[in-house]
């Protein structure tokens, strides 16, 4: 039920800036509902990245950043580090389904 | 500390029944909707449930309507995710996570670390 779409992969050298995409639609990223954004390292628990758009958590270094625009959203890597390496997803919320949806995932590869 | 640990994870038989929990410590759970998300083998995150504070609004996914209830008990700090007529394609790690703020669509700010449902004959 993936309504939010990311591309499968993007990828950088250390020191680098790397976006991911979000494209969703009229009835989610388009709404008024917040984009949120995850961290997510094989074999352990996502980690909250981004929320509310471009919201930082306590603790998440300013290297990340969120935004939104129309119907699509973007996560933002500057300064890119070996640590970064990992599976990032979108999540939002579909007024027309009433339901939430994650993006279909990016995997970060770190050059 | 703020954490969420599940437990009831397993092997079990297509069509069978299982009853994963979530049980939190460190905040004020019932304040608080809880998510059931899953993550199959090789595969992105899937969003599976939602259940309210006071458990009276409750989603589901397409992929498990009809067939998985959610469901709380705020007096002992638990949530559970009763799957009913397991698939094989029901086999995934379940995940459950704390929203951060009770505003529709708010962010996923607490999760655990996650529970092993593998449906198999």
């Known amino acids: 039920q993936s309504v939010l779409t990311q591309p499968p992969s993007v990828s950088g050298a250390p020191g680098q800036r790397v976006t991911i995409s979000c494209t969703g639609s009229s009835s989610n990223i388009g709404t008024t509902y917040d984009v949120h954004w995850y961290q997510h390292l094989p074999g352990t628990a996502p980690k909250l990245l981004i929320y509310?758009?471009?919201d930082r958590p306590s603790g998440v270094p300013d290297r990340f950043s969120g935004s939104k625009s129309g119907t699509s959203a973007s996560l933002a890597i500057t300064g890119l580090q070996a640590e970064d390496e990992a599976d990032y997803y979108c999540?939002?919320?579909?007024?027309?389904?009433?339901?939430?949806?994650f993006g279909t995932g990016t995997k970060v590869t770190v050059l | 500390q703020v954490q969420l640990v599940e437990s009831g994870g397993g092997e079990v038989q297509p069509g069978r029944s299982q009853r994963l929990s979530c049980t939190a410590s460190?905040?004020?759970?019932?304040?608080?909707?809880i998510h059931w998300v899953r993550q199959a083998p090789g595969k992105g995150l899937e969003w599976v449930a939602f259940?309210?504070?006071?458990?009276?609004?409750?989603y589901y996914a397409d992929s498990v309507q009809g067939r998985f209830s959610i469901s709380r008990d705020n007096s002992k700090n638990t949530a559970y995710l009763q799957v009913n007529r397991l698939r094989a394609d029901d086999t995934a790690v379940y995940f459950c996570?704390?929203?951060?703020?009770?505003?529709?669509?708010?962010?996923?700010?607490?999760w655990g670390q996650g529970t092993m449902v593998t449906v198999s004959s």
């Open positions: 460190g905040f004020s759970f019932s304040t608080h909707c």
């Open positions: 996570a704390r929203e951060l703020v009770a505003v529709a669509g708010d962010a996923l700010d607490i």
């Open positions: 509310r758009t471009s």
């Open positions: 259940i309210s504070q006071d458990g009276n609004i409750k």
């Open positions: 999540q939002s919320f579909d007024s027309s389904l009433r339901v939430y949806v």
